[in-house]
């Protein structure tokens, strides 16, 4: 038996489930969201992946886009570490060392009520960055769901704007 670099092939006796088959939507949606597939092609694909029942249902449907072969049922995730994850910890470590010794010079060398107020600000800071972390890939993909319904909108012939 060969041995290829592509992903398996998907198991002819599995059904899919609704999840895999919003998987494999939520795939096409995004590749005519950058323009590989058009609206026409869009909506006869996503009618053959939400009647599909088995994983060679789906394979044609995404066999001729970039990463299709990674959405399909059965398909081993990517083996690539996500690039800055360690960078990452790394500048959070220090910045968490930073912050204790920052709080123990504080706590050592001023009065109780200044260490207390230090010591929350601190721990509000910290907060306040995490919070803006977690939520920043959520903001990144609502702007982009925000302009590809503001030019979807523009764009004539769709029924949203009267042709000119």
């Given amino acids: 038996m ?3 670099g592509l992903a398996p092939a998907p198991v002819p006796s599995l059904r ?3 999840a895999e088959r919003d998987r494999v939507a939520t795939f096409l949606r995004e590749r005519c969201g950058e323009g590989r597939l058009d609206l026409d092609e869009l909506g006869e694909r996503l009618e053959r992946v939400y009647g599909a029942r088995t994983a060679p249902e789906l394979a044609p449907l995404v066999a001729d886009l970039p990463g299709g072969r990674s959405v399909l049922p059965g398909a081993s995730p990517s083996r690539r570490p996500r690039r800055g994850s360690r960078m990452t910890r790394a500048a959070w470590t220090v ?6 010794a920052g709080l ?3 706590a050592a060398t001023a009065p109780l009520e200044l260490g207390i107020a ?8 910290v907060l306040l960055v995490e919070l803006l972390l977690a939520s920043l890939p959520a903001l990144v993909v609502g702007g982009v769901i925000w302009l590809v319904v503001r ?3 523009r764009r ?9």
Avoid: E, K, N, Y
């Avoid at 929350?120 to 800071?125: E, K, R, Y």
């Fill in 151 to 153: 030019a979807v909108r």
């Fill in 95 to 100: 910045v968490l060392v930073l912050l204790v």
């Fill in 104 to 106: 123990a010079h504080a």
């Fill in 2 to 4: 060969a041995v290829t």
């Fill in 156 to 164: 004539p012939g769709l029924g949203l704007v009267p042709p000119p």
């Fill in 16 to 18: 899919v489930s609704d």
């Fill in 118 to 125: 230090v010591a929350l600000l601190a721990v509000i800071a």
